[in-house]
Nanobody, 121 residues
Framework: QVQLVESGGGLVQPGGSLRLSCVASRRTFSIYAMGWFRQAPGKEREFVAAISWSGYSSSYADSVKGRFTISRDKSKNTVYLQMNSLKPEDTAVYYC??????????????WGQGTQVTVSS
């Protein structure tokens, strides 16, 4: 069983930055692709970004491309989501996920509890 714990959320002004972290409980984290998803109130969960198990391949939703960067540090069993130029529409609960990768939530078997990101002046 893989447990994922997110951190780094909070309140930020439009145009600001945040870095989310997701720590996995087991070293087998290194063989799984990782992804970030988000869910805003009244909306379905949506894909944000994903990174391959090697860390050499990543993909992004069009809405965050050029503003968000996903990365992973295998020595720390941690995946990051650097979020720059934040907009009010980025407000959501952000979830970390692990397993097969890609943009569909069905490809992921393990999920964190989520961390709230609020972009507001």
């Amino acid at each position: 069983q893989v447990q994922l714990v997110e951190s780094g959320g909070g309140l930020v002004q439009p145009g600001g930055s945040l870095r989310l972290s997701c720590v996995a409980s087991r070293r087998t984290f290194s063989i799984y692709a990782m992804g970030w998803f988000r869910q805003a109130p009244g909306k379905e969960r949506e894909f944000v970004a994903a990174i391959s198990w090697s860390g050499y391949s990543s993909s992004y939703a069009d809405s965050v491309k050029g503003r968000f960067t996903i990365s992973r540090d295998k020595s720390k069993n941690t995946v990051y989501l650097q979020m720059n130029s934040l907009k009010p529409e980025d407000t959501a609960v952000y979830y970390c996920a692990a397993k097969g990768g890609g943009s569909s939530s069905n490809q992921y078997d393990y999920w964190g509890q989520g961390t709230q990101v609020t972009v507001s002046s």
